[in-house]
């Protein structure tokens, strides 16, 4: 009888040292490739920027050197500016767009809302393109400029603009759609009047969120390489430098430094970020009551006014690009025509960074939601390996500090070592989507922590009780019940890896060339509608991609997900 | 009946191994859980202190405490979810300590169920028997048989949200039995029911748990679930066991102010011991079947049930007669209870209740004269130091 037991005993101690060691391997495995992937390019980086051409230390010798240029400091200023002015314009307007969104009884919020984020499914240079056919040289609107030029910083901003909207209103929405009623129904007893209420409750319930957008969209602005590179013309800002440097001049030393330069405005913004939203309680009690916003017909009506006028513009913005597309010969022949279409006459790689581009969204959506589930499955769930959960946690964080350009920039720095056996990958697809993976880690790390942190807790303890092993409930239990978040994350990662231009400027090779590059290629080149065309492409193909989504999601996730309906 | 006679400073001795065997079972010799010196501490706080428990085949354990008193800690380390710092667990004779839980042999149910909210009933409760290489008609029998064991034959193709709070408890108890673990673990399971399901559950747990002598470990801070389900209880305080015993013990014979306290209610007041079997109250001298071998001058609390009070039939002969003045009464519903303030020691508040029987016989209101006697068997007496 002892005996039978003694082997009993080993013989689960055995299947289960494999569910420990499964786990253990897992974040072995997440930590070594966000070590790869994330940290390794930041340091190459960073030591790069401290080497000259040679590979040679040199100390901050490059620092000087940028330093005593004026050409390339005043680079920083104009970064500086122009991020400034542009959070100082967006966040009001996109505040009032929320507040109309969330907190009046006015019609078509669902539509007007669509319409505001339609920029997220467009590369940042689209409104760029759109405003040179309204305002450059051959704009059919350039008279409005009394003799002034889009190209510079007024295009620059205009064109900032609408491509942050969207980001800040998202986050100004989920601010103002938290609120207490309770809260202003004591304030009316109290007979406070309407702009008191609004000082006193509305804007603090939003504070965190507003605090949260203006460092969003400033680290946007100072970090977003399209927009300047199609619109800026002599106005240089850091992100064009960075670019100048490094394929105009291939300079990378320099380059590595504007690099750096350019991380610390985005950096410093985090961390302010970080510590302000440390210090907010749970504004909302578990006990809270939600707001039902009550009907004011003078509000509603220049609320409906300003959402339209808003929301109007946009489109227009939008529009522009995609029906300059068609057309024959802007601004002379407006017949329509798909002749802008025939990339083959505009870009060596023909139609292939159109597919390529799709190649990298697949890729990125599919793999990259694998890793990055399975990844906080492994964060979140797991208590074995402390110290390594913790380091991957810490690892996945990092990327939402770091701009596209400048990990896109230790990527070249890195995968072109020449002792780094990757190099062989260096202009691959592979380097392509694991560079996006790692560019877009940490909104998809933190979907699919809130995801995991709504689940109970418990589950692992009972599939261990019955001897489950984890990784059993993890694909029938934990997936199934993520479902939503784990599309949720396929998607983010598919339309930005297909949007995305900063990321993938220096990385793509002869074969890889992507979407937005040839964008930017034709662009220089002056085809203009070429890439109009290109960019429509890439807003038809994301937004195909939201839209499977969206009829999935009511089609077939609900039905998947009857356990849901009581 | 004897007053127990252990002080505050010797709890250590107590919290090691009380042997008192279910009463259901007869069962002698080794136990099947053994508990031994366990220690767990979250950073510099000490969760539990050097337990020791043993719990003996086919009996029904509650651990009893307050809030925060290490009872799910304990219930944690059992099952090997959040390992001890110190001390062995043995199962069956068998040193479970640095064993995994899936090593253990054990079926658990939490406050919240864990059930998985995707699968059906049936593959809930069959979720254990999949992986043991069972055949599907072999699976499907043992789940209808558990789903008719928990009275859900007929729910199997539900899922989880379309049953009622109850149902999913009784799902739960049977994804755990579904594996016929040796040991049955029990986070709280009533807690999150209201009070009338809860009260047909206890029942329903208690008689299943008979029926199938699965040695069972619920945890509750719930005095009356642990005092209907228990063979036995143990009664946790801040990380230490302080009693284990049949209910009727432990609210009978509690072996320090903080049981008395904690399970049932009871009136203390200080006193000093006057003689073997006397006890003095303000100016009242008390006798008491036993002064719990402290000597003449130690300072004591006395400790009364209010519904040892007695009013009725009080003559010349009765022990412990005092004259009070009914300072309060609170209307209960079944009862009322009295505070009462004795005449020969001012300050001090007895608590008394009175059946509304007792009420309308003898009309009592508030602020009259009213003679009581407090039954010396009744009295308990612990050493001088507040219950904590
Ligand atoms: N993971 C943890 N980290 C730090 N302290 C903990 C942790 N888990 C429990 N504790 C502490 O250990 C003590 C005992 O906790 P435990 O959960 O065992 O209490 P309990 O007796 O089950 O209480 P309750 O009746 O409230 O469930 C508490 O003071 C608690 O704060
Ligand atoms: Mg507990």
């Known amino acids: 009888m002892s005996a039978t037991a003694l082997q009993q005993g080993n013989s689960i101690k055995a299947r289960i040292s494999r569910d420990a060691l499964v786990i253990r391997l897992g974040i072995v495995a997440l930590v070594g490739f966000l070590f790869v992937a994330v940290a390794l390019p930041l340091w190459s980086l960073l030591s790069k920027s401290f080497q000259n051409g040679k590979g040679e230390f040199i100390g901050l010798a490059n620092y000087v050197q940028y330093f005593s240029t004026p050409t390339l400091f005043h680079s920083i200023f104009n970064s500086l500016w122009v991020a400034v002015i542009t959070t100082v314009i967006v966040i009001p307007l996109a505040f009032l767009y929320a507040y109309a969104l969330t907190r009046t009884k006015m019609p078509g919020k669902g539509l007007f809302y669509a319409v505001a984020l339609l920029p997220l499914f467009a590369p940042s240079l689209l409104s760029a393109i759109s405003l040179i056919y309204l305002f450059g040289n051959q704009g059919i609107l350039k008279s409005w400029l009394f003799g002034g030029s889009i190209y510079g910083p007024i295009g620059i901003v205009i064109a900032q603009i609408f491509y942050c909207f969207p980001q800040a209103l998202i986050i100004l929405v989920a601010a103002l759609a938290l609120a207490d009623a309770r809260l202003y129904e004591v304030a009316d007893a109290l007979g406070t009047t309407k702009p008191r209420i609004f000082r006193t409750v509305t804007l603090p319930g939003a504070k965190f969120g507003l605090i949260n957008a203006c460092f969003v969209v400033f680290t946007l602005v100072v970090t977003d390489f399209g927009i300047a590179k199609v619109i800026g013309g002599q106005f240089n800002v850091l992100a064009t430098d960075a670019y100048k440097q490094v394929v105009g001049q291939q300079n990378f030393s320099m380059g590595a430094v504007v690099g750096m330069i350019l991380l610390i405005p985005a950096a410093i913004a985090f961390t302010i970020d970080r510590l302000v939203q440390r210090r907010q309680v749970a504004l909302l009690s578990a006990r809270a009551v939600p707001l039902e916003p009550k009907t004011n017909p003078l509000r509603d009506a220049a609320l409906i006014g300003y959402v339209m006028l808003i929301g109007g513009l946009i489109t227009i913005v939008l529009g522009t690009a995609v029906w300059a597309s068609f057309i024959t010969y802007w601004p002379y022949n407006l017949t329509l025509s798909l002749k802008n279409y025939n990339f083959a006459e505009l870009d060596p790689g023909a139609w292939s960074p159109y597919f390529n581009s799709l190649k990298l969204a697949i890729l990125t959506g599919i793999i990259g939601t694998a890793i990055v589930f399975t990844g906080a499955y492994l964060v979140e769930k797991t208590k074995l390996a402390p110290a390594g959960r913790a380091i991957a946690h810490l690892l996945a964080m990092l990327p939402m500090a770091v701009p596209g350009l400048v990990i896109g920039l230790g990527y070249v720095f890195f995968v072109n070592a020449p002792w780094n056996p990757l190099n062989i990958f260096y202009g691959t697809l592979t380097v392509l989507v694991v560079n996006c993976l790692a560019h877009f880690y940490t909104v998809a790390h933190i979907t699919a922590l809130t995801a995991l942190k709504q689940i109970d807790p418990e589950f692992e303890s009972v599939s261990a009780s019955l001897k489950v092993p984890i990784w059993r409930t993890y694909t029938r239990v934990t997936v199934p019940i993520c479902l939503p978040a784990v599309i949720d994350i396929a998607i983010y990662l598919f339309v930005n890896a297909l949007t995305t231009v900063s990321s993938v400027i220096f990385l793509y090779g002869a074969q890889t060339k992507v979407a937005s590059i040839a964008i930017v290629h034709m662009d220089e080149a002056g085809f203009t509608a070429g890439a109009a065309a290109m960019a429509t492409m890439i807003v038809l193909t994301a937004l195909s991609a939201k839209l499977l989504h969206v009829l999935l999601d009511k089609l077939v996730l609900t039905r998947l997900q009857a356990w849901r309906r009581r | ?388």
């Open chain 2, 1 to 388: 009946m004897t007053c127990p006679r252990r002080e505050r400073g010797q709890k250590k001795i107590m919290s090691t191994t009380v042997k008192v065997t279910g009463k259901s079972n007869g069962a002698s010799g080794a136990p099947f859980l053994r508990i031994r010196n366990l220690t767990k501490r979250f950073g510099a706080f000490t969760a539990l202190n050097d337990v020791s428990l043993d719990v003996m085949k086919g009996e029904f354990v509650c651990f009893l405490g307050p809030s925060g008193c290490g009872k799910t800690t304990l219930l944690r380390a059992i099952a090997g979810l959040d390992p001890q710092d110190e001390g062995t667990i043995e199962i069956a004779g068998r040193d479970v300590s640095r064993l995994p839980p899936a090593a253990r042999d054990f079926g658990i149910v939490f406050q919240s169920y864990a059930l998985f909210p995707n699968l059906s009933v049936a593959a809930n409760v069959g979720y254990g028997l999949v992986n043991r290489r069972k055949g599907r008609s072999e699976i499907n029998a043992r789940v209808r048989e558990l789903l008719t064991l928990v009275g859900l034959a007929d729910q199997e193709t539900k899922y989880p949200v379309q049953l009622s709070g109850g149902q999913q408890q009784r799902v739960a108890l049977a994804r755990a039995l579904a594996t016929a673990p040796g040991l049955l673990l029990l986070d709280e399971p009533l807690s999150a029911l209201d009070a009338r399901v809860r009260l047909r559950l206890r029942d329903e747990i208690k008689s299943l748990q008979r029926r199938l002598g699965v040695t069972t470990i619920m945890v509750t801070h719930d005095q009356e679930e642990a005092l209907s389900m228990a063979d036995r209880i143990v009664v946790m305080n801040a990380g230490l066991i302080d009693q284990v015993g049949t209910p009727s013990d432990i609210y009978r014979k509690p072996e320090s102010a903080f049981v008395a306290d904690f399970v049932g209610s009871m009136t203390f007041f200080d006193a000093e011991v006057a003689g073997p079997s006397q006890v003095r109250l303000g100016g009242i001298d008390l006798s008491c079947s036993d002064a719990g071998g402290f000597i003449k001058g130690s300072a004591v609390r006395i400790g009364l049930r209010p519904e040892e009070v007695k009013v009725r039939n009080i003559d010349a002969a009765t022990a412990n007669a005092i004259d009070t003045r009914v300072a309060t009464l609170d209307f209960l519903g079944p009862f009322c209870r009295a505070q009462l303030h004795p005449s020969g020691a001012p300050g001090v508040t007895i608590l008394a209740d009175f059946s509304a029987n007792l009420m309308r016989d003898l009309k009592v209101e508030q602020g009259q004269q009213l003679t009581v006697a407090l039954p010396p068997e009744a009295l308990r007496i612990f050493a001088r130091g507040a219950p904590r």
